[in-house]
């Protein structure tokens, strides 16, 4: 008997050690290693979506080892979780843009750091894009709506945009991108012209855009109005012009030339795409002329993406970058943004197109006091994603090194959200 009780005994003790160290375990991994965050606003979108009322809030897995012992010093385009400068109690996450002893100015939507402009790595920039227009010519916009074109050269038939002409004819988009940006719940957009609205009041399904005067979207069967996207200062609000097209595209003729041209403000990119002949680049200001690695074939299917990142020219081929120049953007080369749009021209053939594409880059808004500074020792300089309606280091400065709590690595809910942060 007195063995049964002394192992009874044994049990419940090596039961209390167990929970006792679990219990250590989870809290040296709380307070040291991870730990998980909720996020509270919308200053981070479309990286990371915040909002109260939608009760839309992803929750992330923050690494905290590295920075608390000092052993990993923070990289530039990092999301990072701090102590708010302003009040301790509070924890913030925001990108770091600039390190400690960095000259960082913000001019026209762009980053320059000592002078020269900030370039985000690839997987940064596939996380900042925001979607602008889409259209697959099933059944959204036949009528090509964002882009004036001769009707009896362009037309869409059986899903596609058949381009015919024994001369020259060109497309070109017409609508003015923007670095409005609003949510609707399951969808993000980037003010998109097609995005569907569910009427609050008669349930009435139509798609619409905001106004830019007053943001609102306007019920066309009951009237009834919806604010799509909260309010803007009206110098938050700036036209974009760095930005990327993609489509589909089949040559049908060999003597058929097509010119996929990029306005980026003064700049003029082209790009002559020919079977049989290398793709040509060219730059209209500074005449430039360059010949790419890459013979199109007659009758063959390519994804072409044209873009212009952060003062570089990039050419996509089924995702393969084939080519990449960097303009090597200085602040006293930047003006402000008066246009950004690309035009396809063909000459003499025929050529078929599907799935247009274009994106914008994140527009970052020049305003108060801090968006011009020398970033001090030991601190840094971060910025929300959702620029035009975050409070960051453009208000409050700068972020002391002792105030870093860790690196966002990923969002682990909602489970449709679940991602690598980048």
Request: charged share 25%; proline share 5%; hydrophobic share 40%.
């Amino acid at each position: 008997m007195d063995n049964l009780e002394r192992h009874k005994g044994g049990v419940a003790r090596e039961w209390i050690e167990s929970i006792v160290i679990a219990l250590m375990l989870a809290l040296i991994i709380r307070f040291f290693i991870f730990e998980l965050y909720k996020i509270p606003s919308a200053s981070m979108e479309p990286t990371l979506i915040g909002d109260e009322n939608w009760a839309i809030q992803n929750r992330i897995l923050v690494f905290k080892f590295p920075y608390r012992f000092h052993f990993i010093e923070p990289n530039r385009w990092d999301v990072i979780v701090f102590k708010y400068p302003e009040d301790p109690s509070i924890n913030y996450i925001k990108r770091l843009v600039a390190l400690p002893g960095e000259h960082i100015q913000i001019l026209n939507g762009d980053i320059f750091i000592n002078g020269k402009i900030a370039q985000k790595p690839k997987k940064v920039l596939k996380s900042l894009r925001n979607a602008i227009y889409r259209n697959d010519f099933s059944k959204v916009d036949k009528k090509l709506r964002w882009w004036r074109t001769p009707d009896h050269d362009w037309q869409v038939k059986d899903g596609q945009l058949v381009a015919k002409t024994d001369n020259s004819s060109s497309i070109v988009m017409t609508h003015q991108v923007t670095n409005m940006y609003f949510r609707i719940p399951g969808k993000d957009y980037s003010y998109n012209e097609y995005a569907k609205h569910m009427c609050d009041s008669c349930g009435f399904v139509f798609e619409a855009v905001p106004t830019v005067q007053d943001y609102e979207v306007v019920c066309p069967r009951c009237g009834y109005v919806w604010p799509a996207i909260p309010p803007l200062r009206p110098d938050y609000y700036h036209l974009v012009s760095d930005l990327s097209f993609a489509t589909d595209v089949v040559l049908d003729k060999a003597q058929t030339v097509l010119h996929f041209a990029q306005q980026k403000d003064e700049y003029k990119f082209i790009y002559t795409f020919q079977a049989g002949k290398n793709i040509v680049f060219e730059s209209e200001l500074t005449k430039e002329k360059q010949n790419i690695d890459f013979i199109p074939e007659v009758g063959k299917k390519y994804n072409i993406e044209i873009s212009f990142f952060d003062g570089v020219c990039r050419f996509l081929i089924d995702k393969h970058e084939i080519f990449k120049k960097n303009m090597n953007f200085t602040p006293n080369r930047i003006v402000q943004t008066t246009q950004g749009w690309f035009s396809i021209e063909i000459n003499h053939g025929q050529a078929r197109f599907d799935n247009f594409a274009l994106d914008r880059d994140i527009f970052y808004v020049t305003t108060a006091a801090w968006s011009n500074a020398f970033v001090d020792d030991d601190s840094y300089y971060a910025l929300g994603d959702n620029s035009a309606n975050s409070r960051d280091s453009r208000y409050w400065k700068f972020i002391p090194k002792d105030n870093l709590l860790g690196k966002a690595i990923t969002v682990i809910w909602p489970l449709k959200d679940i991602k690598v942060i980048h």
